[in-house]
């Protein structure tokens, strides 16, 4: 697998002109959603570069994230003219960095794309590192490809418009990857003035978090070893994210992460002895920022078949990432039911549900 060129912009449209350059087209596609389209679009506007470039928008939020969105964007690049010689560049959060790769790597067996993401959680997870596709069947991300764009532009400018909850969201992302590369980088992320933010600080933060995973994805691609390190939080958080759609009260992605990291933290605290500072230390940042996601014990085999479909998992069993430590990764870890409900139990109560 190619490795992407990772870019944090000092200014948007000189980077998405080289990158635009170093992909020969004979036609360019911008992909965004509603929102994007109308917020982060015109910060494109007067590039030389995109003069001419055919418009696709798709509607916003995980709920598009399907197959329906994913054949019109097929439609819509057969109907204006797509070959396989042409560039489509991405311009949106998650939900479009993963759909539009997907589209992309299809499309007559694949053509060119950028991400420009516009969101912090798409900055620091989604669009970095190869992974695409959508949702199907009531579960995330299941169909797929690894596919790096060829480039990926960080402009964090797009950040300054964004509202606390998508902050938070992907904030939740650069704490996983503080709590698998250094406790100094972990204690720098749980300090960060959220209030106040600064957003030079942020950028250079930005920088690190994106470091964390671009190294681990340089170092296993295709998610056979190391890689699964990239998942902590995300077995339990994918499950409620999942409970939350099927419920129709859908929730943000980083924040199932982050409550996902509480119940993971617990299970690394019990089964391979996480300390217990550390994980209070990092559960009383998600309870304060995150709030808490509600459901009682009649649910808990509900969560538990949904964990079971999980990607990482082999022949139904449930394989966790957790840590000893901040940074020491303990990969393919299973833990039985009943480990699990008790780990449900200590979540209710420690984030008081």
Same mark, same amino acid.
């Given at each position: 697998?190619?490795?992407? !060129?990772?870019?944090?912009?000092?200014?948007?449209?000189?980077?998405?002109?080289?990158? +635009?350059?170093?992909?020969?087209?004979?036609?360019?596609?911008?992909?965004?959603?509603?929102?994007?389209?109308?917020?982060?679009?015109?910060?494109? %506007?007067?590039?030389?570069?995109?003069?001419?470039?055919?418009?696709?928008?798709?509607?916003?939020?995980?709920?598009?994230?399907?197959?329906?969105? =994913?054949?019109?964007?097929?439609?819509?690049?057969?109907?204006?003219?797509?070959?396989?010689?042409?560039?489509?560049?991405?311009?949106?959060?998650?939900?479009?960095? %993963?759909?539009?790769?997907?589209?992309?790597?299809?499309?007559?067996?694949?053509?060119?794309?950028?991400?420009?993401?516009?969101?912090?959680?798409?900055?620091?997870?989604?669009?970095?590192?190869?992974?695409?596709?959508?949702?199907?069947?009531?579960?995330?991300?299941?169909?797929?490809?690894?596919?790096?764009?060829?480039?990926?532009?960080? !402009?964090?400018?797009?950040?300054?418009?964004?509202?606390?909850?998508?902050?938070?969201?992907?904030?939740?992302?650069?704490?996983?990857?503080?709590?698998?590369?250094?406790?100094?980088?972990?204690?720098?992320?749980?300090?960060?003035?959220?209030?106040?933010?600064?957003?030079?600080?942020?950028?250079?933060?930005?920088?690190?978090?994106?470091?964390?995973?671009?190294?681990?994805?340089?170092?296993?691609?295709?998610?056979?070893? +190391?890689?699964?390190?990239?998942?902590?939080?995300?077995?339990?958080?994918?499950?409620?994210?999942?409970?939350?759609?099927?419920?129709?009260?859908?929730?943000?992605?980083?924040?199932?992460?982050?409550?996902? =990291?509480?119940?993971?933290?617990?299970?690394?605290? +019990?089964?391979?002895?996480?300390?217990?500072?550390?994980?209070?230390?990092?559960?009383?940042?998600?309870?304060?920022?995150?709030?808490?996601?509600?459901?009682?014990?009649?649910?808990?085999?509900?969560?538990?078949?949904?964990?079971?479909?999980?990607?990482?998992?082999?022949?139904?069993?449930?394989?966790?990432?957790?840590?000893?430590?901040?940074?020491?990764?303990?990969?393919?870890?299973?833990? %039985?039911?009943?480990?699990?409900?008790?780990?449900?139990?200590?979540?209710?109560?420690?984030?008081?549900?």
């Amino acid at each position: 697998m190619s490795k992407q !060129e990772v870019i944090l912009c000092e200014g948007l449209a000189n980077s998405l002109t080289h990158a +635009i350059e170093k992909c020969p087209h004979d036609k360019l596609f911008i992909l965004t959603d509603e929102h994007t389209h109308r917020l982060c679009r015109p910060h494109l %506007d007067g590039i030389p570069a995109l003069e001419g470039a055919e418009e696709i928008v798709i509607g916003a939020e995980d709920v598009h994230k399907n197959l329906e969105t =994913l054949a019109a964007v097929w439609q819509a690049l057969s109907e204006k003219g797509a070959s396989r010689h042409s560039l489509l560049i991405n311009l949106g959060g998650g939900m479009v960095t %993963d759909l539009g790769g997907f589209a992309a790597s299809t499309f007559k067996r694949g053509i060119a794309y950028i991400n420009v993401p516009t969101t912090l959680l798409a900055m620091v997870d989604a669009s970095v590192g190869g992974k695409t596709g959508i949702n199907f069947n009531g579960l995330k991300n299941e169909i797929g490809v690894f596919a790096p764009a060829a480039c990926v532009l960080l !402009e964090t400018e797009f950040l300054r418009s964004l509202d606390a909850h998508n902050f938070f969201s992907g904030y939740a992302e650069m704490l996983k990857h503080g709590l698998i590369s250094t406790p100094k980088h972990l204690a720098e992320l749980l300090a960060f003035d959220t209030e106040k933010t600064d957003y030079a600080l942020l950028k250079s933060m930005v920088g690190r978090s994106v470091q964390v995973k671009e190294h681990i994805v340089e170092e296993d691609p295709l998610e056979h070893g +190391i890689r699964k390190a990239l998942n902590l939080g995300h077995t339990v958080g994918h499950a409620f994210e999942s409970l939350a759609l099927a419920e129709s009260r859908p929730v943000l992605h980083g924040y199932a992460v982050a409550w996902g =990291l509480v119940c993971e933290l617990y299970l690394s605290y +019990i089964k391979t002895g996480f300390p217990k500072d550390k994980m209070r230390q990092t559960i009383q940042f998600v309870k304060e920022n995150y709030g808490s996601f509600a459901f009682n014990c009649k649910q808990y085999d509900q969560l538990y078949e949904l964990m079971k479909h999980d990607k990482k998992n082999t022949a139904g069993v449930i394989n966790f990432t957790l840590l000893k430590e901040v940074g020491d990764i303990c990969l393919n870890q299973t833990a %039985d039911k009943e480990t699990i409900f008790e780990m449900f139990d200590f979540y209710r109560e420690c984030m008081g549900v």
